[in-house]
């Protein structure tokens, strides 16, 4: 890995390696939790999301999350079985953690969308957000808690 910063955005998302159960608050989430797994690839240089949801018409899904080597920016690959192919800018300091959404990438942009999440110690507690239009306001989509397991 190049630089320091790239190292050390590598090293904060150590906090997320394991298993987590993930609670949503949807209408009709009433079933098992998904499972989520985060897990180191490429020699370390990659943590790959994977997550099983056990709900009927709910994708699974897996993100893969990069970290550019010098300044330690990461960005978030997101697809699922739907075939959606999306990519987030990502922030994560080791407690707090947000993807962005605001321009078109492979999918189109008919919304903007937005996740914040806070680690607190074995949970983390966040929720989606979305704007439906450039100058719309942003509204709750859901909620999630992650419950780490292993």
Avoid: N
Wanted: net charge negative; aromatic share 12%; with cysteine.
């Amino acid at each position: 890995m190049g630089g320091s910063a790239g190292q050390e955005a590598l090293e904060r998302l150590g906090v997320l390696v394991g298993e987590w159960a993930v609670e949503a608050d949807l209408p009709g989430a009433d079933g098992p939790p998904a499972r989520c797994v985060f897990a180191w690839d490429l020699d370390g240089r990659f943590l790959v999301q994977r997550t099983e949801i056990p709900v009927e018409g709910a994708p699974d899904s897996m993100a893969i999350i990069a970290v550019d080597p010098e300044s330690g920016a990461y960005t978030y690959h997101y697809f699922d079985t739907r075939g959606v192919v999306r990519t987030y800018a990502m922030s994560f300091d080791g407690e707090e953690w947000r993807l962005l959404r605001e321009t078109p990438d492979f999918s189109a942009l008919s919304f903007r969308q937005r996740f914040f999440g806070r680690v607190e110690g074995d949970v983390i507690r966040g929720a989606w957000e979305l704007a439906k239009g450039e100058s719309e306001p942003w509204e709750r989509d859901f909620g999630l808690v992650y419950r780490r397991t292993r």
